[in-house]
Nanobody, 126 residues
Framework: QVQLVESGGGLVQAGASLRLSCAASGLTFSSYTTGWFRQAPGKEREFVAAIRRSVGITYYTDSVTGRFTISRDNAKNTMYLQMNSLRPEDTAVYYC???????????????????WGQGTQVTVSA
């Protein structure tokens, strides 16, 4: 049974940093494209960042480029999202996902991701 478990969320002030983790069991992360999404209250779930399977290329949505860094420790089967210079608009539930998309357009579509975690709340106060 595949499980993705996020951790590391919390309440921080604007400008602070957080590191999210996503631990996987039942699948081998390195064989999948893995990514992070977020969903703010009243909004749709949106793509944040991803690491493409096999080649390890990273992709980011424009609003987090330069502030967030996605990484993966294949030996630990764990993915991370280092979030720096956090802003109130980053407040959301953050989800990790695993699937097979390999281009930005396909990564942005929820239906292209096979497995999801339960989410972790990130709240950034002004």
């Amino acid at each position: 049974q595949v499980q993705l478990v996020e951790s590391g969320g919390g309440l921080v002030q604007a400008g602070a940093s957080l590191r999210l983790s996503c631990a996987a069991s039942g699948l081998t992360f390195s064989s999948y494209t893995t990514g992070w999404f977020r969903q703010a209250p009243g909004k749709e779930r949106e793509f944040v960042a991803a690491i493409r399977r096999s080649v390890g290329i990273t992709y980011y949505t424009d609003s987090v480029t330069g502030r967030f860094t996605i990484s993966r420790d294949n030996a630990k089967n764990t993915m991370y999202l280092q979030m720096n210079s956090l802003r109130p608009e980053d407040t959301a539930v953050y989800y990790c996902a695993a699937g097979a998309p390999i281009t930005i357009p396909t990564m942005k579509l929820l239906r292209n991701w096979d497995y999801w975690g339960q989410g972790t709340q990130v709240t950034v106060s002004a």
